[in-house]
């Protein structure tokens, strides 16, 4: 099957740090690369995604880059806030519509 | 309008019993996915609609899991002869289109626990 391969598994970082984490993705014909929250019991929430056609995509303190030719991916959150803290999960999309996720990692911002 | 909506949110049944989940998509979504996630971990793929048709059902574990979509809205997950494994967050998820690449919005999940 397809693999993507999440780091780090958690990550610990002060109020008002930025954070990153990073994914790697082995399908090269996938185009579609979403982020997803899931905050402890909740549904995961989409956000921010991009597409192949672009490298990187802003939306406030959240941004996510792209290259395709290293098959990987990452999330960039600046200026955390305690209310950052969730399991943060990537994504991307195969053949058959499907999303393939890795395995999570657990950010928590320390006030 | 409202967002995927998934019942029941807590279900135990005990070893060998039959259960069924069910999943409310946005009103309008074309496509509908049923994840499966366990403790810690990302959700997993198991079956995807288009509409009232099953074009995927790769990911389904076994011969006792079933889903249906039968007017190509509400979907309902089956589970028969439950068994301890079978214990996970099970995840429903609908996007507007048909196509690839489109946002998937989540339900809150079933938390099925088999004893």
């Known amino acids: 099957g397809e693999n993507v391969e999440q780091h780090p598994s958690t990550l610990s970082v002060q109020e008002g740090d930025s954070a990153v984490i990073k994914c790697t993705y082995s399908d090269s014909a996938s185009n579609y690369f979403p982020w997803y929250k899931q905050e402890l019991g909740k549904r995961p929430q989409l956000i921010i995604d991009i597409r192949s056609n672009v490298g990187e995509k802003k939306d406030q303190r959240i941004a996510v880059t792209l290259n395709k030719t290293a098959k990987h991916f990452s999330l960039h959150i600046t200026e955390t806030q305690p209310e950052d803290s969730a399991v943060y999960f990537c994504?991307?999309?195969?053949?058959?519509?499907?999303?393939?996720f890795g395995g999570g990692t657990r950010l928590m911002v320390k006030p | 309008g409202a967002g995927v909506s998934q019942s029941p949110r807590y279900k135990v049944a005990k070893r060998g019993q039959d259960v069924a989940l069910r999943c409310d998509p946005i009103s309008g979504h074309v496509s509908l996915f049923w994840y499966q996630q366990a403790l810690g971990q990302g959700p997993e793929f198991l079956t995807y609609?288009?509409?009232?048709?099953?074009?995927?059902k790769s990911g389904l574990p076994s011969d006792r899991f079933f889903a249906e979509r039968p007017e190509g809205s509400v979907s309902t997950l089956k589970i028969q002869r439950t068994q301890q494994e079978d214990s996970a967050v099970y995840l429903c998820a609908s996007s507007l289109g048909g196509r690839a690449n489109q946002p998937q919005h989540f339900g809150d999940g079933t938390r099925l626990s088999i004893l």
């Open positions: 609609f288009q509409n009232e048709a099953q074009l995927d």
């Open positions: 994504a991307f999309n195969n053949a058959g519509n499907m999303l393939t």
